[in-house]
């Protein structure tokens, strides 16, 4: 029987970077479908109706609308800390990264100051290891991998200069970003940054 | 499989929903554990050791090694101890249940909040907003007893924080957030809860309770005066 996946998400989203590291990383064929999110599609809004967002993953016709538990550790409390780690990030990172590019001034110099701080904070928990997970690729690497298409365009816009700051964290993104299901499922940089200037346009006065 | 020197310890605190709902859990699985109630206002050397990133109730210690934030928790217990599962298990229910669990605690807590924290016109709109949510839950539970289905299940545990915190809060705000009319099926959720002994063992006595928000409501307004 045919599986049929088809995965509904918008490029920059580091949630959706998620789901299709996961999906690849199992070497699950997809579909995807791009969404406008300033014109969301009668796919989207019938799948997932509560909160209209994407990452969306439609597996045989149902959806499932948060991204699967991919690559989980099997020991239950290795479990537990990788999903501690996550819900951390998840938390933390966006809002914070948000500020850094979304806004001026104080506003913009507490959120350099507190994303730096998430980092330090992610650097020391990673530690001399491969990977958040030890050896192995994992669900604390994909939850945070994402956030590293957008760091050009934090240093353009938010004045650093992250490998100063986390040398240890970003050889871990150069480590992950070997791998395909890391490579093909991450945003071209550049179009972040070309991304992030629209958004601004839309979002600030300069 | 328990080992017969398994140590299970819970740092929380009597009136926190986050807490309670782990010693439901515990309590559904028939295991023994120590409780210790923690001062949030001057914290423990223990809690700040065993939770350094958030220095938060709850946290479970099983052998000594901490688990926080209390989905995770949650979680933890149903792939340690497999009996009573909490979690269904086909995956897609299980995705499903997640999602319901984190919208319980990322919308209809944060907008709730608000209820408590706001007045006037910024309350009503916190009002309006957390009943928009609710009717979402509302949804979810016609045709079942409880949001698990047939019986008590993860999105039942997460969400007594509707049942016995943002409901008893009515009392003390004055204000009827979740009433019968626009919500029959989560006010017939709530007696089945109720039905179930555990729980009733495990939610903060009602009188204690409410004095307690009262009491921090009252302190809440000091604070902004």
């Known amino acids: ?19 299709r590291m996961a999906l690849r990383e199992k070497g699950v064929e997809f579909d995807y479908k791009e969404e406008d999110l300033w014109n969301k599609s009668t796919l989207l809004l019938e799948t997932n109706p509560v909160h209209k967002k994407i990452p969306v993953l439609i597996h045989n016709g149902k959806p499932v609308w948060s991204d699967k538990n991919p690559l989980l550790p099997s020991d239950p409390y290795q479990r537990a800390q990788a999903r501690f780690w996550v819900d951390f990030i998840d938390k933390n990172m966006y809002d914070a990264q948000r500020k850094l590019w979304g806004t001026k001034g104080e506003e913009q110099e507490t959120g350099k100051k507190e994303f730096i701080e998430l980092l330090k904070t992610l ?21 945070l991998i994402g ?3 957008w760091f050009h365009a934090y240093e353009k816009y938010g004045n650093l200069n992250i490998e100063s700051e986390c040398p240890k964290l970003i050889a871990w993104a150069k480590t992950c970003m070997q791998r395909e299901s890391v490579a093909k499922s991450l945003p071209d940089p550049e179009k972040v940054i070309e991304f992030v200037t629209e958004i601004r346009k839309k979002i600030m006065i300069e | ?42 914290k423990s050397p223990l809690l700040l050791q065993s939770n350094p990133v958030h220095k938060m109730i709850p946290v479970l210690l099983h052998n000594g090694k901490p688990i926080s934030e209390s989905l995770v928790i949650l979680e933890y217990i149903d792939d340690t101890w497999q009996h009573n599962q909490i979690l269904p298990q086909d995956p897609y229910d299980k995705a499903i249940a997640r999602f319901w669990a984190r919208f319980v605690d990322e919308q209809i807590y944060v907008t709730a909040m608000k209820v408590v924290g706001k007045v006037g016109e910024e309350r009503d709109a916190a009002v309006e907003a957390t009943r928009d949510l609710l009717k979402l839950m509302e949804k979810e539970l016609v045709g079942k007893d409880f ?79």
């Open chain 2, 147 to 225: 949001l698990g289905g047939e019986s008590l299940g993860f999105v039942d545990i997460v969400a007594t924080l509707v049942a016995f915190w943002l409901m008893r809060t009515e009392e003390v705000v004055g204000v009827k957030v979740v009433p019968v009319e626009m919500f029959p099926e989560i006010h017939r959720w709530v007696k089945n809860l109720l039905d179930v002994d555990v729980i009733k063992k495990c939610i903060p006595p009602e009188g204690e309770h409410l004095n307690y928000i009262r009491a921090r409501m009252d302190s809440l307004k000091l604070k902004s005066v």
């Open chain 1, 147 to 149: 956030f590293y298409s």
């Open chain 1, 123 to 143: 650097e020391s928990e990673l530690g001399d290891k491969t990977y958040f997970g030890g050896d192995n690729f994992g669900y604390v690497d994909i939850g």
């Open chain 2, 1 to 42: 499989m328990a080992e017969r020197s398994e140590e299970v310890k819970l740092l929380g605190m009597w009136a926190s929903p986050f807490s309670r709902r782990v010693e439901i859990a515990l309590t559904l699985k028939g295991l023994p554990y120590e409780f210790s109630e923690q001062d949030i206002a001057n």
């Open chain 1, 1 to 19: 029987m045919a599986n049929e996946v088809i995965l509904l998400y918008f490029w920059p989203s580091m949630f959706g970077m998620r789901t």
